[in-house]
């Protein structure tokens, strides 16, 4: 069974950034809760990706896409919604 997620960054100015890794927490939903606090609250998300340390200050993202949504979401999360363009 592949796991892998996918996640699109949007930035600002119309570029998008798409990649998949590996899920990174496994089996604990305030894990992945506690993790995802932590990136939000930041001031940027770093990915290590193909050799390459990418670092993405969320001044510069538009919004970001994650595939599968995590099983826990933060507070206030509005879930099982559709996207209607």
């Known amino acids: ?3 892998d997620r996918q996640v699109t960054i949007h930035y600002n100015n119309g570029k998008t950034l798409k990649l998949s890794f590996p899920a990174q927490i496994r089996n604990s939903s305030a894990a992945v809760l506690e ?8 001031d940027k998300i770093a990915i290590e990706a193909e050799g390459r340390l990418i670092v ?3 001044s510069s993202v ?7 949504a ?13 996207v209607v363009e």
Not at 70 to 82: C, Q, T, Y
């Open 70 to 82: 995590p099983a826990s979401l933060p507070f206030g999360a509005i879930k099982n919604a559709k």
């Open 35 to 42: 993790g995802m606090k932590k990136i939000m609250e930041g």
């Open 1 to 3: 069974m592949n796991e």
């Open 56 to 58: 993405v200050p969320w």
């Open 62 to 68: 538009q919004q970001i896409e994650v595939t599968p």
